[in-house]
């Protein structure tokens, strides 16, 4: 069983930048497709970006050239530099994790094996 415990929300003004954090423990991240997903009240989360085993990534396009999405296998995190955030930004951030080979049901079905509890950021 793997825990995913993400750090590193907060307020920022628009504009400014933001670096989340998400820790995995019980098993390393190499063995896995991870992703940052967002969610707001009412409305489904969304995949902002994703990054497979072998280090390609993918981005939604509401992010693509703000948002940065890298993994560092030794230590087991997952990382999300935010940079320009807008208030359309403001959400929960989740990382999310899927086995190898299920990266398409991961970043187009948000269907992972397992999921963090979140960390919010607020831009205004």
């Known amino acids: 069983h793997v825990q995913l415990v993400e750090s590193g929300g907060g307020s920022v003004q628009v504009g400014g930048s933001l670096r989340l954090s998400c820790v995995a423990s019980?098993?390393?991240?190499?063995?896995?497709?991870m992703g940052w997903f967002r969610q707001i009240p009412d409305k489904e989360r969304e995949a902002v970006a994703g990054?497979?085993?072998?280090?390609?990534?993918s981005y939604a396009n509401s992010v693509r050239g703000r948002f940065t999405i890298s993994r560092d296998n030794a230590k087991s995190t997952l990382y999300l530099q935010m940079n320009n955030l807008k208030p359309e930004d403001t959400a929960m951030y989740y990382c999310?994790?899927?086995?190898?080979?299920?990266?398409?049901?991961?970043?187009?079905?948000?269907?992972?094996?397992?999921w963090g509890q979140g960390t919010q950021v607020t831009v205004s």
């Open positions: 990054i497979e085993s072998d280090g390609s990534t």
């Open positions: 019980g098993d390393t991240i190499g063995r896995y497709c």
């Open positions: 999310a994790a899927a086995r190898i080979g299920r990266c398409g049901d991961l970043l187009r079905r948000s269907q992972a094996d397992y």
